[in-house]
């Protein structure tokens, strides 16, 4: 199912909810630094975080050193953001709580 691209507002409104997600420059995309105890939390967080993008089919583009997720989330399909993206950064904002 296609998915349509979120307005700037809607976008705008949604972000101030979402703990830590930041618009990216070029506004195609959302980003969050997480940052934890150690690289086994960080993994585990990535662990859980990869199953639930598997259950959305919806997967984050992401980087990891030592105890640091870096995320970035987009929906390729729409060339820029959607729901989706919010769905998957506020679960993803949940499993980082646990
Ligand atoms: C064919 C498959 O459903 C698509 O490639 C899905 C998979 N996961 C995806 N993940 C993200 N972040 N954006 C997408 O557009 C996307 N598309």
């Known amino acids: 199912m296609a998915r349509a691209k979120l307005d700037p507002a809607a976008l ?3 972000l101030r909810t979402l703990d830590g997600w930041d618009l990216a420059e070029d506004g195609g995309s959302i980003q ?9 939390e960080a993994f585990a ?4 975080s990869a199953l639930m993008a598997e259950k959305l089919n919806h997967h984050p583009d992401w980087s990891n050193v ?10 390729h399909d729409a060339g820029g953001l959607t729901e989706l993206d919010l769905k998957l950064a506020a679960a993803m904002n949940d499993l980082a709580r646990d």
């Open 12 to 14: 705008e409104q949604a």
């Open 32 to 40: 969050r630094r997480f940052v934890f105890a150690d690289f086994s």
């Open 45 to 48: 967080f990535m662990t859980r």
């Open 66 to 75: 030592y105890k640091t997720v870096d995320v970035s989330l987009s929906t």
